[in-house]
Each structure stands twice: as structure tokens, then as C-alpha cells.
């Protein structure tokens, strides 16, 4: 009966290997994504070149403008997402395989990327996507007309509740105490 036991025990312990293909799935989206934001600025950069063209008329030239910003904007949302899958990759490593050793011996590595629980990696996530969810927002303020006094307050009303999510999240980090 101990042998029943100890290989069902062996085997459930090594079922969390099947994480495995969440890492690396989730390794190859954020590769993926960082090479698609990657050709994005390359395009823009080449669509901004003719900025500078002097037969460009104003209304041109501005067009051009706010179309870079926006793009350069959704370049900026998909390296954020990217970084999401790299964090969420790496964190479901080290919470189901093991620790990832260059990471802790590191001087030059990110604290960013060493998740020690499954609600440090929930908090690390959290707060890019917030970060996506605030230039989206950036992204559509572009666009947006203020066409009414509503538009204007919305604006202000949402700019106002980023400010205070920004404020919560560094409220609730934790913080070592200064000694004196």
C-alpha cells in the first residue's frame, strides 16, 4: 500500500510539469508580440519620414502627426502586453517548477521578474494592465472630440480615476520602513 502511495504522490507531483506548456505557450506570445510592436515602429517610422516633406500641407502634416502618436501609442500597448506574457511565463516557472537561479544571484536583474507567490504574480499583472488599460485611454483621449460639457467631464472623470488607481496601487505596495 506505501508503493500505491508514494507513486501516486510521485506522480501527482510531476503532473506540474504540464505548466510546462502554459510557459512556453505564453513565452511564444510575448516573442510573438514583441515582434509584431517591433515591425510597428519600423512602419511608422517610415510613415513618419515624409513629415519633413515641404510640398506636405498642414493639414497633412497634422493628420500625420496624430496618426503617428496613435500608432506609436499602440506600440507602446503592445510591448506592455508582451511584457505581461513574459512576467505571467516567467512567474508560472518559478511558482510550479523551480526558482530561476541567474534571477536571484543577479545584481542586474529586475525585481520584476522574481515572483515568490501566486498573488505576487497576480499584483505584478495587475499593474501592466493597468498600465495598458491607462494608454488606451491615452490612445482614445487622441482621438476623442469635446464636442459637450459631458465629454470634458468624462475626460476629467477619468483622468481623475487613474490618478487614484495609480495612488492605490503604490498605497498598497509594500514599502521597507526607513531607519533613522
Known amino acids: 500500500m506505501k508503493f500505491i502511495e508514494q507513486l501516486l504522490e510521485s506522480f501527482l507531483w510531476n503532473s506540474r ?20 510592436a517591433t515591425v ?11 513629415y519633413a ?10 493628420l500625420l502627426h496624430d496618426e503617428s502618436i496613435t500608432h506609436i501609442v499602440e506600440v507602446v500597448d503592445g ?3 508582451a511584457t505581461i506574457m513574459l512576467i505571467f511565463s516567467l512567474g508560472l516557472y518559478e511558482l510550479f517548477i ?8 543577479s545584481k542586474t536583474s529586475s525585481k ?8 505576487d504574480l497576480k499584483n505584478r499583472l495587475a499593474k501592466v494592465i493597468i498600465m495598458i488599460m491607462i494608454v488606451t485611454l491615452f490612445e482614445h483621449a487622441l482621438k476623442m472630440t469635446m464636442g459637450t460639457t459631458a465629454d470634458l467631464l468624462n475626460f476629467g472623470g477619468s483622468i481623475a480615476l ?4 495609480l495612488f492605490l496601487m503604490h498605497k498598497g505596495e509594500s514599502h521597507p520602513t526607513e531607519q533613522r
Do not use: T
Open 79 to 81: 510591448y506592455l502586453l
Open 53 to 62: 516633406d515641404a510640398s506636405l500641407s498642414n493639414e497633412a502634416r497634422r
Open 40 to 50: 510597428d515602429v519600423f512602419l511608422v517610422v517610415q510613415h513618419v519620414s515624409h
Open 162 to 165: 487613474i490618478g487614484l488607481a
Open 98 to 105: 523551480s526558482d530561476i537561479d541567474p534571477a536571484r544571484g
Open 112 to 119: 520584476v521578474l522574481v515572483i515568490s507567490n501566486l498573488d
Open 17 to 36: 510539469f504540464v505548466v510546462l506548456v502554459a510557459v512556453f505557450a505564453s513565452l511564444a506570445a510575448g516573442f510573438a508580440l514583441f515582434y509584431i
